[in-house]
């Protein structure tokens, strides 16, 4: 599956798996870079939208789970004066059985068409 990074982003996969248990929880985290965002002044603050998708895929490439939201972001001029301006997003998938994973992220900023997309493999013990 291709590739794109037109936002920049950072991101960090992983799962965590309580003493004896068979289900692992996966965690997904994105650091995205503000810098490339078109803002739009509301009320004083600098707003856009990111319509973001993860899935979660087999060693067999079938589906397993995802989630899908538009994040809204409202940020004040201290935040994006910052030395490096980003936010940073977390998702967690529970009820997943040990294997091979493959994590698929999307994301979409809506005004600009600006895409960002990431594979990355994931393997639980």
Do not use: C
């Amino acid at each position: 599956l291709n590739e794109r990074s037109d936002i920049p982003i950072v991101l960090q996969t992983g799962y965590s798996k309580p003493n004896h248990a068979d289900d692992v929880k996966v965690y997904v985290v994105a650091r995205i870079d503000v810098t490339s965002l078109r803002f739009e002044k509301i009320a004083g603050r600098s707003d856009d939208s990111l319509d973001i998708v993860v899935a979660l895929f087999d060693s067999e490439r079938t589906y397993v789970t995802d989630t899908a939201e538009t994040e809204h972001l409202s940020l004040d001029d201290e935040t994006l004066g910052k030395k490096d301006p980003a936010v940073t997003l977390r998702w967690d998938f529970p009820g997943v059985k040990p294997g091979d994973y493959a994590v698929r992220f999307v994301v979409r900023e809506p005004k600009t068409g600006a895409t960002t997309t990431i594979n990355r493999m994931l393997k639980i013990l």
